[in-house]
Structures are given as C-alpha cells and as structure tokens.
C-alpha cells in the first residue's frame, strides 16, 4: 500500500489541448498493473484535440460542465456524476463549455505492447459551437465555490473589489493583508500556497481565501500570467494594505 497525499498539477501538453488544461496524476501503471488515471481539470473554451485510446477510456465528471463527441455523433454535454464509456480506437474529444469550466477522472488501461493514445487534428470552432440543445438545461445553476468561516466579530462595513493582473512568470512573493480577500480567476493560471500548507495551481473559476494576518508563501503567475478579481473586507475607515517581509 502506498498514499500519495498530494499530487502534482502540470499544465497539459499543447499538442492536445486548444486553451488550458491541468492535470493531476492520481494514479500510474506499476508493476503488473496497467491502469492510467488522470484528473484533468479545463477552463472554460479548453478542450481536447481528436485523439483515441488503443483500448479506450472512462471519463467520469467530477466537477462543472463539459462537452464530448465521437466522431460522426452529436456534441453532448456532460455534468457532474456523469461517466463517459469511450471504445477502443473510437475517435473522440472532450472538454468545457464555452463559458464553465470543468474537471474530469479519465480512466484508461495501457496496452502491453507501449501502444500510445494518438493525436490527431485540433477541434476546430465550427465543430466546437455545434453545441447540443440545451432545451432541457435549467434556466439557472447555482454551485457553492467556497463556504468560509470568518473570525469573530469581524465589523465588515465595506468590500473593496479590485481586477488584479501579475505579468507571465511575475511571483507575488512572500505576503500578508491588513484583512481578509477572497479571490476569483478570471484567466491564467497561478500557482498559490498558503505558508506551512501546500501549493496548488489555480485557473479560471476557481477561488481563494487568503486570511487576515496570514504568510501567503507563494502567488506566482505561471507563463500565460493570471488576471482575478480581489474582494477586500474592510471596516469604515479601513484602507487595504499589503507587507512584503521578506522585504
């Protein structure tokens, strides 16, 4: 037995990603066990190019909304708990929606003889926008991103709400905030890590917290920068404010 308490996140490789994508490796062929397993999240416009699996592949949604199509289907759209069975050398793609991001298990089981997935041509935006009639979608979703306890009491009389942009590979740096910031992603991606905790990279639609008077260890855009949005807690008088002590 062995656990892995956390994995690590790579960006996917752009031969067979259109926008961006990352992936955890959950789990990896050792010994006389062939089974691959992936989590691959997608940002919203991110899907795969056509490509098929010698022995094919299950895709098991375990957060958002996406799209898969087999060639010569329909484009359908995928939710959370939803299992994608894909046959062997069977021609397909799969990502996000246009406009929701999406992450998914992708399960496949490795030939004997080292046989490789295969890559073929990008999904172009033609066949991305034939998307499935939505007729039966509900009007409205609604999903809970984050849901956290605040320090009592905590006089919040203002939110200061700030668009931030740190240039590719720019990093953040050692810091701490006079209160505490939620934040949201809008594009890019950042690797981020509160001190003593690990680190995780964060994309589009995904959140943070960063508590009052913590060390953030680390805010460090990756190459494609990262733009999101800041929400500043303050009382009436409060100004946000920022130290560097590293500095």
């Keep these: 037995m ?3 308490r956390t994995p690590a996140t790579s960006s996917a490789p752009p031969q067979w990603i259109t926008g961006d ?3 955890d490796t959950v789990a990896a062929p ?8 992936d989590s ?31 060639r010569g289907g329909p484009v359908e759209t995928i939710r959370t708990g939803d299992t994608v069975h894909i046959a062997a050398d069977e021609w397909h793609w ?6 929701t991001a999406m992450t998914h298990l992708a399960v496949e089981e490795l030939p004997d003889d080292g046989t490789e997935p295969e890559a073929g041509a990008p999904v172009t935006d033609a066949e991305y ?34 668009r931030i942009t740190l240039a590719p590979n720019h990093a953040g740096g050692l810091h701490v905030h006079n209160g505490p910031v939620f934040g949201s992603i809008e594009s890019g991606s950042v690797i981020y890590q509160i001190d ?12 943070f917290y960063e508590p009052e008077g913590v060390r953030i260890a680390r805010f460090d855009a990756e190459s494609k920068g990262v733009t ?20």
């Design 228 to 247: 999101f949005l800041g929400y500043f807690l303050l009382d009436a008088d409060q100004t946000p404010e920022i130290e560097f002590p590293e500095n």
């Design 40 to 70: 691959v999240r997608f940002a919203p416009g991110a899907r795969t190019v056509w490509h098929r699996h010698p022995l094919g592949q299950v895709l098991i949604v375990t957060e958002g909304t996406g799209l898969v199509q087999r």
């Design 129 to 162: 926008a034939a998307v499935p009639d939505t007729a039966d979608t509900p009007p409205i979703a609604r999903s809970i991103l984050l849901d956290q306890p605040l320090p009592e009491p905590l006089p919040t009389q203002r939110v200061e709400i700030r």
């Design 30 to 37: 050792e010994g006389r066990q062939r089974t691959h397993i």
């Design 196 to 207: 003593g905790r690990p680190e995780s990279v964060l994309g589009p639609g995904d959140v």
């Design 2 to 4: 062995r656990i892995s």
């Design 94 to 99: 799969h990502g996000a929606t246009s406009t």
């Design 21 to 23: 994508a990352w992936i």
